[in-house]
């Protein structure tokens, strides 16, 4: 019996739901199925390429980057196979992945990313807040591949800190526009992306893992500290899993997992303690997001722990292009530095449409602001002329036990939140009262706070 379901037993909560609402969340339920059915891990073939035979040094002061790359280049002539970095310490600058490669980090062996901004180029096409642009080339990249995969037990290690990578979200030499507003201003001017050239002498951080419009993703098993930026960030991918990771990384938009414009994506059974939201799903930002109009759907997220960050799951900011089609299920969320357990953020210049999400058995054990919020007044809120659109939200089995507030539902007079659900949910140590907001069909069935019964506000 799942821990939410216990806690609803011991305060007397009664579980069975009307029959009609039952067969709804089971239909529902059975889209999940679909998508996961879909979801196969990429195929490539068991032949290993030790990075030692390419000319590795360990130590952590030799650069391996030539050798990497060497290794990939050989496992990719061969018609792919597993490229090895056995344990010890490994220095190296951008690692590029191809198709039917595999980069397995051994238990023991830590993958060190060097402080020199250098080491990260040639700039590449990649995606910073869901606005592309010509920069500094992620820490693990891949464009347009299929059939790859980051695996192991060992450790990729960032090396960002107060003094490398995290200082450069404020810095900007005197008299000049920071470069995340230049880029911001170049997307909205629709300036062609490969005129979007940042890269050397300039200060949008790289992300760390970002395979871009690949196909058959699988990152399984590591552990991730010291990011510059977001952690993983699968971008315009199709068949991804990411899986068993454990992401320790607190400085500035240190996102955990945050996929943009996929399809078909499974998280499960991850740790996240993050500097930013655990997961956070988008779709592109503004202008950028219209002109690849691409939504992420089908999503399933499960059996993950959620310790600090800004949300457990997050759908936004950066939704422009929409969301659909998101499933959480068996996840663990509880610190008193984790705001929002589950967090939808729009405006009305991000305008995307957030549509059939699902959530059941969470157990929250307490979080810092509310356990579950939409927010349309977020960064820009009313100042844009798009229209946020949130619909069809079921929440079902969740269990919180400490929060300044159960819900926080905020939508526009003219845009209003629709169709938020909450079945069989106890709400525990609720300190203030719900703040409801423009929201049109708040339903509860069987839902308890503070152990009294509860309705939605009038």
Not at 233 to 245: D, F, T, W
Not at 301 to 314: A, L, N, P
Request: aromatic letters at 6%.
């Amino acid at each position: 019996m799942s821990v939410s379901r216990r806690h609803l037993l011991a305060s007397g909560a009664v579980l069975a739901a009307a029959p009609s609402l039952a067969r709804a969340a089971d239909d529902a339920w059975k889209e999940a199925d679909a998508i996961l059915a879909r979801i196969k891990p990429p195929a490539i073939p068991r032949r290993d390429f030790p990075i030692t035979r390419f000319g590795a040094k360990p130590g952590g002061e030799a650069d391996c980057t030539k050798a990497i790359a060497a290794a990939i280049a050989a496992a990719a002539k061969a018609g792919g196979g597993r490229v090895v970095v056995p344990a010890g310490v490994w220095l190296t600058g951008a690692v590029h992945l191809k198709s039917r490669v595999e980069l397995h980090v051994a238990k023991g062996a830590t993958l060190k990313f060097s402080r020199d901004p250098a080491a990260y180029l040639p700039a590449v096409l990649t995606r910073h807040e869901g606005v592309e642009l010509i920069n500094y080339s992620p820490f693990i990249y891949a464009l347009d591949q299929h059939d790859i995969a980051l695996t192991g037990e060992g450790t990729l290690d960032g090396q960002a800190d107060a003094d490398h990578w995290w200082p450069w979200v404020k810095r900007k030499p005197p008299g000049v526009v920071d470069d995340r507003k230049r880029l911001t201003e170049m997307a909205e001017k629709s300036v062609p992306v490969e005129q979007r050239v940042f890269g050397a002498g300039t200060t949008i951080r790289p992300m760390f893992v970002q395979p871009y419009r690949c196909r058959n993703v699988l990152i399984e098993g590591l552990t991730i500290v010291g990011s510059p930026m977001w952690e993983v960030h699968p971008v315009a991918c199709e068949n991804v899993i990411v899986r068993g990771l454990q992401i320790h990384s607190h400085g500035p938009n240190n996102d955990g997992c945050d996929p943009e414009s996929c399809r078909d994506v499974l998280i499960e059974k991850c740790v996240f303690d993050t500097g930013d939201d655990c997961i956070a799903i988008k779709s592109g930002r503004n202008a950028d997001g219209r002109r690849l109009n691409r939504p992420t759907e089908n999503v399933i997220i499960r059996d993950c722990e959620m310790k600090d960050g800004h949300g457990g799951v997050t759908l936004g900011s950066e939704i422009t292009g929409g969301v659909r089609n998101v499933f959480v299920e068996r996840c663990k969320m509880d610190s008193p530095r984790l705001d929002i357990a589950i967090r939808f953020k729009n405006n009305a210049m991000r305008g995307g449409t957030l549509e059939n999400i699902h959530v059941r058995d969470i157990a929250v054990g307490q979080v810092a602001k509310a356990v579950i919020t939409v927010d349309y007044n977020y960064q820009e809120g009313a100042n844009g002329p798009f229209t946020p659109v949130f619909r069809n939200l079921v929440v079902e089995r969740l269990v919180s036990g400490k929060s300044p507030r159960a819900l926080d539902l905020q939508g526009f007079p003219a845009a209003p939140i629709r169709g938020v659900t909450l079945k069989d949910c106890v709400f525990d140590g609720v300190a203030q009262p719900d703040i409801v907001k423009h929201v049109e069909g708040l339903t509860f069935e069987n839902v308890r706070i503070n152990g009294q019964p509860a309705t939605p506000p009038a």
